[in-house]
């Protein structure tokens, strides 16, 4: 199983920036797929879920009406979207796949001015 995560960066507050996650080594399109990400000294926390079949979505609190999780099977990617981005934002972001228990060195995200 691996997951990458390449497309973090810096951005100014108020931005926009689009994650991606390259799953590879299971069979991506049977797997509920998570973003998660974790602020430095703060716990690791969900972001967005999406089922299998991008039937079933749900949000943080925090990122509803702000960001976006999509996946294309066919390309076994996920997707996160963010808009409005905010300094509160800052954090390494995870991709994680139900059931996994191998995190990948996820991507930094920077939002500052």
């Known amino acids: 199983v691996q997951l990458v995560e390449p497309g973090g960066g810096l951005v100014q507050p108020g931005g926009t920036l689009r994650l991606t996650c390259e799953a590879s080594?299971?069979?991506?399109?049977?797997?509920?797929m998570y973003w998660y990400r974790q602020a430095p000294g703060k716990e690791r926390e969900m972001v967005a879920t999406?089922?299998?079949?991008?039937?079933?979505?749900d949000y943080a609190d925090f990122a509803k009406g702000r960001f976006t999780i999509s996946r294309d099977n066919d390309k076994s990617t996920l997707y996160l979207q963010m808009n409005t981005l905010n300094p509160e934002d800052t954090a390494l972001y995870y991709c994680?796949?139900?059931?996994?228990?191998?995190w990948g060195q996820g991507t930094q995200v920077t939002v500052s001015s």
């Open positions: 999406i089922s299998d079949d991008s039937s079933v979505i």
């Open positions: 994680q796949r139900f059931g996994g228990n191998k």
């Open positions: 080594g299971f069979t991506f399109e049977h797997y509920e």
